[in-house]
């Protein structure tokens, strides 16, 4: 059973940085394609970044392309997200998703969901 564990979410001011990462102690994430999205309050969840199993596809929505890289480090069993040049639009809960060996071409597409969920990591950005 695949469990995802999001870290990094915290409160930063507009302009800032953060690394959001994503986990699964005990379970080797290497075959498994990952997706970030997330959910700001009163809105619909968002699919913003995916990198497929390989670590050769990546894809990125509009709204963080340009300002979001999405990475995988198998030494550590860890996919990042790392976001700069945060807005006030960016505050949401973001997610960690993942799917066995899938591409990364629809994941984007709007109510696209994958297999597993981890619980969500808040990035708040404010003054």
């Known amino acids: 059973q695949v469990q995802l564990v999001e870290s990094g979410g915290d409160l930063v001011q507009p302009g800032g940085s953060l690394v959001l990462s994503c986990s699964s102690p005990?379970?080797?994430?290497?075959?498994?394609?990952i997706g970030w999205s997330r959910q700001a309050p009163g809105k619909e969840r968002e699919g913003i970044s995916c990198?497929?199993?390989?670590?050769?596809?990546?894809v990125y929505a509009d709204s963080v392309k340009g300002r979001f890289t999405i990475s995988r480090d198998r030494t550590k069993n860890t996919v990042r997200l790392q976001m700069k040049d945060l807005k006030p639009d960016d505050t949401a809960v973001y997610y960690c998703?993942?799917?066995?060996?899938?591409?990364?071409?629809?994941?984007?597409?709007?109510?696209?969901?994958?297999?597993?969920w981890g619980k969500g990591t808040l990035v708040t950005v404010s003054t």
């Open positions: 005990g379970f080797n994430l290497d075959d498994y394609t």
């Open positions: 990198i497929t199993y390989s670590g050769v596809g990546t």
């Open positions: 998703n993942a799917e066995f060996r899938v591409s990364c071409d629809h994941y984007l597409d709007a109510h696209y969901a994958m297999d597993y």
